[in-house]
């Protein structure tokens, strides 16, 4: 028989030699995420002008990064403990944090090289999507998209999808309202022996009143609908009659979309992903090849047309690829970076949170509701309730503080991480002596939009900020929601005509948010 201490030392050995082996792939990662062969970085070197908060022994910052770098708080505690320019090392690897809107600037105005773990994006949309080029293949596929989101088509076309879905919206939350009431007078009635009697000579006037409804879960299934209606004239089933009204969307694809873009988000947040969830990666790999799919054959479909739709997304892009300017393989690509990758859940997203901080300051609602009532001239009536909403394209104009209050929340709730770039050695941007090696810079929108050298009291929600007055007097890239210079997000007029319309309508027509008791 074996001795147990000589088990003992070979499990021993075993365990050490895993963990030695997990060093080395998570090493091996840094370096091809941070772009960073400067691992054996001189003591004296520029970064160490930057300030390096404590982090651990060997390992640096990495145990935070893996638990929490891209969680907003996180990042934002730092650089208000800090300052404005940090640098934080993965097992000796260096990665410069930054919310200085000069930084800010120079990232969107200069030619920076987008940093590596951006570029390991195509596994998701794409080698050919507009994310990932630069040069004359950005410039064309720019060109492309910009035809998709003119003024005449926001008008046209955007704002007619909007109108439709957000007078479904408005039925399903109506009926929900029916629903929870009938419920509650049933339960009343079954529990109260005057109530049963009550009811059984008279049907109960049933007023709605309210009900627990997870409103971004209703905003992602409208967005979807408009992208789709908008791009490729689908709704993925939201507006279908025999759909019940108080109950989630039933269509395949949808859950597909939210598995994608969850799991993309871990991934950009932690390079690791991949190792530390093999099961969750193959599943996420399998979605995509199914929506990859589902916008191939929609793409297919329209070729077969004989008369095709050539005024939205897809048409567009569908006359460059028969003109031999994109690839099959880019269409879908940009189809999908574009039509669901992006904006799939951030206009939704962005309209929930909307829908907190109004009902979080009163004093913030009643100046909202004034202003609605004001541009609708009237109350809305019984009728009005479920049909399709009267405000046009020119009276958007008129709401000056609702686009504020999305503003504000996109400020405090910015629907993108940050962006970053590949700082080339021999760069002073951020040292007074060149960088010896190239070196991965990160700007965290978040921390950007809280930076108390450029806003009075940051983390207090107040809409009148974004009044022209006021946003004339700050940096023009202190607040970023969308980006900034030449690649700033192409759907961004769609995006904030979408969000104005369904929540104008939503106070409109007489529904209030309140946050259930017991959450935040």
């Not at 300030?51 to 638990?67: D, E, F, I």
């Not at 873009?261 to 199914?290: C, D, K, V, Y």
Request: proline share 7%.
């Amino acid at each position: 028989p074996r001795h147990p201490q000589s088990m003992f030392v070979e499990l021993l050995l075993a365990v050490v030699g895993g963990a030695l082996v997990f060093i080395l792939y998570v090493r091996w990662s840094l370096q091809r995420t941070l772009h960073a062969g400067n691992a054996s970085t001189p003591k004296h070197s520029a970064l160490a002008e930057l300030v390096n908060p404590p982090g651990w022994p060997l390992l640096g910052h990495l145990p935070s990064y893996a638990n929490a770098l891209f969680k907003s708080g996180y990042i934002h505690d730092l650089h208000a403990e800090h300052g404005e320019v940090l640098l934080l090392r993965f097992l000796g690897f260096p990665l410069i944090l930054t919310c200085r809107p000069e930084h800010v600037r120079l990232f969107f105005t200069q030619h920076l090289r987008d940093a590596p773990f951006v570029e390991s994006m195509s596994k998701v949309f794409g080698a050919g999507s507009i994310l990932l080029q630069e040069g004359d293949a950005w410039r064309l596929k720019r060109n492309l998209l910009n035809q998709g989101f003119q003024k005449s088509f926001m008008r046209d076309r955007v704002l007619e999808c909007v109108r439709e879905v957000e007078a479904r919206l408005a039925a399903r939350l109506f009926a929900r309202l029916r629903l929870e009431s009938v419920s509650d007078v049933s339960s009343t009635s079954s529990s109260s022996p005057s109530s049963a009697s009550s009811s059984s000579s008279s049907t109960p006037m049933v007023t709605p009143s309210s009900c627990v409804i997870r409103m971004d879960s209703e905003f992602v299934q409208l967005t979807t609908a408009v992208i789709g209606l908008t791009t490729m004239d689908h709704s993925f089933h939201y507006l279908d009659e025999d759909q019940p009204k108080t109950e989630p969307v039933k269509d395949e694809y949808l859950p597909l979309f939210a598995e994608i873009i969850a799991e993309t988000g871990r991934m950009f947040s932690n390079p690791l992903r991949p190792l530390t969830s093999p099961l969750t990666q193959l599943s996420f790999r399998a979605a995509l090849r199914r929506v990859r799919s589902f916008l191939d054959d929609q793409i297919q479909a329209r070729l077969d047309q004989p008369q095709r739709d050539r005024t939205d997304v897809l048409g567009i892009l569908i006359d460059a690829l028969i003109q031999d300017k994109i690839t099959r393989e880019e269409l879908v690509d940009n189809l999908w970076t574009f039509v669901f990758g992006l904006p799939f859940s951030t206009t939704a997203h962005t309209m929930a949170f909307c829908l907190y901080y109004v009902a979080s300051n009163p004093d913030v609602e009643k100046k909202l509701l004034h202003e609605i009532n004001e541009v609708f001239g009237s109350p809305c009536t019984a009728e009005q309730r479920e049909t399709a909403s009267p405000l046009t394209f020119e009276q958007m104009k008129d709401l000056p503080y609702l686009r504020c209050v999305i503003l504000e929340t996109l400020r405090l709730c910015p629907i993108a991480v940050g962006t970053s770039k590949s700082i080339p050695a021999g760069s002073t941007l951020f040292t007074k002596t060149p960088l010896e090696k190239d070196c991965v810079a990160l700007v965290h929108y978040y921390s950007v939009h809280l930076n108390p050298d450029h806003w009075d009291n940051p983390e207090r929600y107040d809409p009148d900020r974004h009044l022209p007055e006021r946003a004339s007097q700050r940096h023009p890239y202190a607040f970023v929601p969308f980006g900034g210079g030449s690649h700033i997000c192409v759907g961004q007029t769609m995006a904030l005509l979408e969000a104005r319309f369904v929540l104008a309508n939503f106070y409109w027509r007489g529904f209030r948010a309140r946050l259930v008791p017991g959450h935040t």
